[in-house]
C-alpha cells in the first residue's frame, strides 16, 4: 500500500484528488473523493486510455495511465505527472487565463499552444468528454514555449462508441467539442481582453 500526506496534494477536479506519487516524482494518483461519482464513468476513461494505448498514439499531450495501486485514502489512478522544464508541476491553462495582464509572450506561447493542441488531438483522433480551462496545463519547455496536455476528461461519451473507430467522426466531434471550448474561455474570461486574440486563427 502506498501512503499519501496532504503535503502531496497538487490539484482537486469535480471528482477527484491528485496527488504527487510519493515513491515517483514523475507520477500522480488521483484519487476519488467524490463518492456519488457514477464508478462506471472512471471504468469507461480507463478503458478509452487502454484502446489509446493499442492504438500506440503519441502520448505527446497526453499523460499516460499507468494503472491503479491501493493508497491510505482508497484506490487510486496513476498517471504522468506534467512538469516544467524546471520539475515545478505545470500550471492550468485558467491559471494564466485569469490575468488581464498577460505579456504578449504569453499571449504568443497561448495561441501557438491551443493551436498545437487542437491539431494534435485531430491527428491523433483524441476524444475528450468536454474541453475546459481547468483540465488542461501549460508545461513550460526547454524553449520557453507552451506544451499544453489535457490531464482529465479524456474518452468517449457515446452510447455506441463510433468515433472511435471511425476517423471523420472522430475529427467532426473533435471540432465541435473544441468550438464550445472556445466559447466557454470568452463567456468565462470575459474581462480578459488579450483573449479574443489568443483564440484568433
Known amino acids: 500500500m502506498v501512503h499519501i500526506n496532504k503535503d502531496s496534494f497538487i490539484g482537486k477536479g469535480h471528482h477527484r484528488e491528485v496527488h504527487i506519487h510519493p515513491d515517483n516524482p514523475n507520477r500522480c494518483i488521483k484519487i476519488v473523493v467524490d463518492l456519488t461519482q457514477d464508478p462506471g464513468e472512471e471504468e469507461k476513461e480507463k478503458s478509452y486510455y487502454r484502446h489509446l494505448q493499442k492504438r500506440n498514439i503519441s502520448w505527446h499531450m497526453l499523460p499516460r495511465y499507468h494503472g491503479d495501486i491501493m493508497t491510505n485514502l482508497g ?65 513550460i519547455t526547454q524553449t520557453g514555449d507552451f506544451n499544453l496536455c489535457v490531464v482529465d476528461n479524456i474518452g468517449n461519451s457515446e452510447f455506441i462508441p463510433l468515433s472511435q473507430f471511425f476517423r471523420f467522426r472522430a475529427e467532426k466531434k473533435i471540432n465541435k467539442k473544441w468550438q464550445r471550448f472556445e466559447s466557454k474561455l470568452l463567456t468565462e474570461f470575459a474581462d480578459n481582453k488579450a483573449l479574443p486574440l489568443v483564440l484568433a486563427n
Open 75 to 139: 484506490t487510486g489512478s496513476v498517471f504522468d505527472l506534467i512538469t516544467n522544464i524546471d520539475g515545478s508541476v505545470a500550471k492550468t491553462l485558467g491559471f494564466y487565463l485569469q490575468s488581464n495582464e498577460l505579456t504578449h509572450t504569453h499571449q504568443q506561447q497561448l495561441k501557438k499552444g491551443l493551436q498545437n493542441l487542437k491539431e494534435y488531438l485531430l491527428t491523433q483522433r483524441i476524444l475528450t468528454q468536454g474541453l475546459a480551462h481547468r483540465n488542461i496545463v501549460c508545461q
